[in-house]
């Protein structure tokens, strides 16, 4: 389990995260919400040890994160962040395969994980194209099942970090896959995903966290994190909150 | 045994050996350095070259020959190519694993010295001499030499005592452009001082002078060489390219003599005693036939 | 969709074109032997009881002047492509080459100092003449490397952007260095200067080929051992983190090998460019970017480019020689228009 207590990060005088403590839970999702600088991709950075904590510290299970190396740690926390660069004409299939460096599995199982991992991001299609000939959105899906073939199939003990992983796809494509990240957790993994889209956290997070100018607004469950105050205070926007028809969650309406 | 018989008997010894040295004789020879390919031409070796180097451009036949390429840069598996007995050259052949290659072939590797004084003269020729079974012909050939160096230096300092030694400076040039100057310790240097003249720059080897430099030395006489052109087309090429040379008093004078670039690399060679009386015509004008 | 060549054709297809490489570049010469000869001589050397009669030129040839000189052609094709590797793989950019990281710059430096400054000296010992020069190119290649990984690094982190610069501005620096040592030299130094610098794989001899073997074979054995990393690393530096790979490690080892290794095959054959920036660039258009396959592919392809371009170099001028960075320049460069003419990329 990943978890960090009264962290603080600070970037020359100015303090951009500060007292933030948090556990992510096996099985549960945790979205991250905020403005602009609010702090989100400063916590990911923090939590998967890209950034130096100025205080406090991050633990994965009984150690802390920075004393787990290589491909151990590798088998038990995965990251994607925003934005990927990859400039060489790789096949879609060894992409993703570059997930399971961290084991010796061997070829047989990992082309199975390669394609169920694809298909879980909506790929399986993409099999056999070359990366550079696909879109941003086709490529931020291969990036999403590279890290689910990393943790392959996702169980207790393991973590994943997402950071903005909808940004660039299309409204279908935004739901399946939030739905593959909430069936990794239903197997028992630990999922913390930053979002943009309030709804989308609604629906598929159990916990959220909103965060303001580094600060923690509020850490709790979308019903109570997403109320109509909270969020014109945070954001700024006006809105009605109403319950999804079908589903229940919280739904957000600007005004 | 009598007299005559004894002197009949050293005079066939003397024939034998010199026949059985001659059939031992390199027939098929490289030469790697332009005055050395000069004097084996002049040896009446000329016949003899199967290959020269770049530097080898006189007389005019041996740059029909294939040509080895850079003495520096030899290739022993080309030289091989062309069936040598022997390789001459100065010491400046190279790179040294080539030459151990081409000796352990069995080819007979010849290294002369390409200093530009006399006595390196004198036993280089003998050396030739001996190779190609001319001694006589080395030795006369070299006394003439000496003789004319010696009729050069008498000539120059007869001058001397009428005219003052001249400013010079000598420009080496591609095709008129960016010359660069000779200074101490070049071979330009050695031919124009025992022309007579006096060398304007003082500092060692060739380099590029600026403009100013020049006009400031404001030479009496201007000697060139051009690397890619030959004869007017040079002599225009140098002006077109360095216009402000035509301020200078030797321009204006008309004291700008040409020299061939080929004297100047590998040693002294046999064209050099004209080329100096040429010189010494041009520093002091009106002496020619003293 | 771009066909691409399956690993196992493309490795047939090199291992055959290095084999005729090697054949060709023993086999033919400014002096001519008669292929009867060649054999006899080949079998010879593997140890077979043939009789050597007639044989001593042949043997002198091939032993002494063409076996050397194809066994350097072939460390130095094979070094200078896998380097080429590793830098497009640390820069994260196909478009990288060896001399980003300043070992080719510092090489000409170190050659420039020994070339200009023995002869300040009264010329370099006869003896010790080459070996001091290639002991001198390596130690500039080596120095200038080093210089420009320290500058790079930061809170024991290696920052490749900065590296960049540094190898510019050091190889720039050195470039204007080696342009005053020119300036100083006489003519007859310049020409050699001039010449080392368009490199050439003439007057090798086995005496000076077995450190740049060594060399050559440890890179070519190591680097192939980090093909999967090297493959994560093209992600970005912090992803391959997180898939477990000690990128701090990965980063030096290539800069050491690259320094090591072209270091090397500068001192040994002087400057030949291009090989380390057009192998693998080949390579990848007909196999992709898999440095599974891209690291043994490349040493293949770049040892026959090496040798073929050494045939031309021998044969063309013959009995003269062309340095070979000319070659080089004009063989890969318009094979390689053509490719991405043909809208491979």
């Given at each position: ?20 403590t948090l556990e992510?839970k096996?099985?549960e999702v945790l979205g991250v919400l905020g ?166 956290a609604a629906?598929?997070c159990d916990r959220l966290l909103l965060l303001?100018?580094?600060?923690p607004v509020a850490l709790d469950t979308p019903d109570q994190v997403l109320r109509?105050d909270r969020l014109?205070?945070v ?6 909150v ?7 969650h919280p ?5 | ?290 | ?345």
């Open positions: 389990m990943l978890r960090t207590q009264n962290l603080q990060i600070r970037r020359g005088r100015k303090t951009v995260l500060t007292d933030i992510l096996p099985g403005p602009n600088g609010a702090g989100k991709s400063t916590l990911l950075g923090a939590l998967c040890g890209e950034l130096k904590a100025d205080h406090g510290n991050i633990w994965l299970d009984e150690q802390e994160l920075s004393h787990w190396t290589g491909a151990l740690r590798a088998q038990r926390l995965a990251v994607l962040p925003q934005v990927s660069t990859l400039d060489f004409a790789f096949r879609v299939e060894e992409v993703v395969g570059m997930g399971r460096l961290p084991y010796q599995s061997g070829r047989v199982r990992d082309d199975e994980i390669v394609a169920a991992a694809l298909n879980a991001s909506d790929a399986g299609h993409l099999h056999g194209r070359s990366y550079l000939a696909l879109s941003g959105g086709e490529r931020q899906r291969i990036h999403l099942a590279r890290v689910l073939a990393q943790l392959w199939p996702g169980e207790a003990g393991q973590t994943l970090l997402l950071d903005e992983p909808t940004s660039m796809l299309d409204p279908l494509h935004q739901h399946t896959t939030l739905q593959a990240v909430r069936e990794f957790a239903d197997r028992g993994a630990a999922v913390m995903v930053i979002l943009h889209d309030l709804n989308l629906r598929y303001e100018g580094g600060r109509p014109q205070a954001f700024g926007l006006e809105v009605l109403q319950q999804h028809p079908e589903r229940g739904l957000i309406i600007a005004r | 045994m009598r007299l005559s018989t004894r002197v009949a008997a050293l005079c066939v010894g003397l024939l034998a050996s010199h026949h059985v040295a001659a059939t031992e004789l390199p027939q098929r020879w490289v030469s790697a350095g332009g005055a050395l390919s000069e004097w084996v031409s002049a040896l009446g070796g000329e016949s003899k070259l199967v290959g020269v180097d770049t530097t080898s451009q006189h007389p005019e036949a041996l740059k029909a020959l294939p040509s080895i390429g850079y003495q520096r840069q030899l290739s022993a598996e080309g030289i091989l190519s062309l069936r040598p007995q022997i390789l001459v050259g100065t010491e400046e052949m190279g790179p040294p694993p080539i030459l151990s290659q081409i000796r352990n072939a069995g080819v007979q590797v010849e290294l002369f010295s390409a200093q530009p004084d006399l006595p390196a003269l004198q036993s280089n020729l003998q050396h030739l001499g001996k190779l190609l079974g001319a001694e006589d012909r080395a030795s006369k050939l070299f006394q003439s030499y000496q003789q004319q160096l010696d009729q050069q230096k008498v000539r120059v300092t007869k001058a001397q005592l009428s005219l003052p030694s001249p400013g010079v400076l000598v420009l080496i040039g591609h095709a008129g452009g960016k010359p660069l100057i000779a200074g101490k310790d070049t071979s330009a240097d050695w031919l124009l001082q025992r022309a007579g003249g006096h060398n304007l720059a003082t500092h060692t080897g060739y380099k590029p002078f600026s403009v100013e430099s020049l006009i400031s030395l404001d030479p009496q006489v201007l000697v060139f060489a051009d690397r890619a052109l030959s004869g007017e087309e040079a002599r225009a090429a140098l002006f077109k390219e360095n216009p402000i040379l035509s301020s200078t008093r030797a321009a204006k004078d008309g004291r700008v003599i040409q020299l061939d670039p080929t004297l100047l690399v590998g040693g002294l060679g046999p064209r050099l005693p004209d080329e100096l009386k040429k010189l010494s015509d041009g520093f002091f004008p009106g002496t020619a036939d003293q | 969709m771009t066909v691409l060549v399956k690993p196992r054709a493309l490795f047939i297809g090199l291992s055959v074109l290095c084999l005729l490489a090697i054949w060709l570049s023993l086999a033919l010469g400014p002096v001519s032997l008669p292929l009867l000869d060649t054999l006899r001589v080949a079998l010879r050397m593997i140890g077979l009881p043939i009789a050597p009669d007639g044989l001593e030129q042949a043997e002198l040839i091939l032993g002494q002047i063409r076996l050397p000189r194809t066994l350097l052609g072939l460390a130095v094709g094979g070094v200078l492509a896998l380097s080429g590797v590793a830098m497009q793989g640390l820069f994260r950019n196909p478009l990288a080459d060896p001399g980003l990281v300043g070992v080719s710059s510092g090489a000409a430096l170190g050659a420039a100092i020994a070339i200009v400054g023995g002869s300040a000296f009264g010329g370099l010992p006869e003896a010790f003449g080459p070996y001091l020069l290639s002991l001198c190119a390596f130690l500039g290649g080596l120095g200038v490397t080093a210089l420009v990984y320290r500058l790079g690094r930061r809170n024991g982190q290696t920052n490749v952007a900065t590296m960049l610069l540094a190898g510019i501005a050091l190889t720039a620096l050195a470039g204007s260095a080696v342009g005053l040592f020119t300036y100083l030299a006489d003519d007859a130094t310049l020409r050699t200067l001039a010449f080392w610098n368009l490199g050439s794989l003439n007057g090798a001899s086995y005496s000076r080929l077995w450190p740049l073997l060594l060399i050559s074979a440890g890179v070519a054995l190591w680097l192939p051992r980090r093909a999967k990393a090297l493959n994560a690393l093209l992600l970005g530096e912090s992803e391959a983190g997180h898939l477990g790979i000690d990128v701090e490690r990965l980063k030096r080892e290539l800069v050491f090998c690259t320094a090591l290794g072209v270091g090397a095959a500068v001192a040994a054959a002087g400057m030949i460019g291009f090989v380390g920036l057009v192998v693998p660039h080949l390579v990848r258009l007909l196999a992709g970017p898999d440095h599974r396959v891209l690291l043994p592919a490349s040493v293949l392809a770049g040892a026959s480019l090496l040798l073929f371009a050494d045939l031309v170099a021998r044969l063309a001028l013959a009995p003269a020689e062309l340095p070979i960075g000319i070659v080089t320049a004009f063989i890969g460069a318009p094979f390689f228009l053509y490719l991405l003419l043909r809208g491979r990329a």
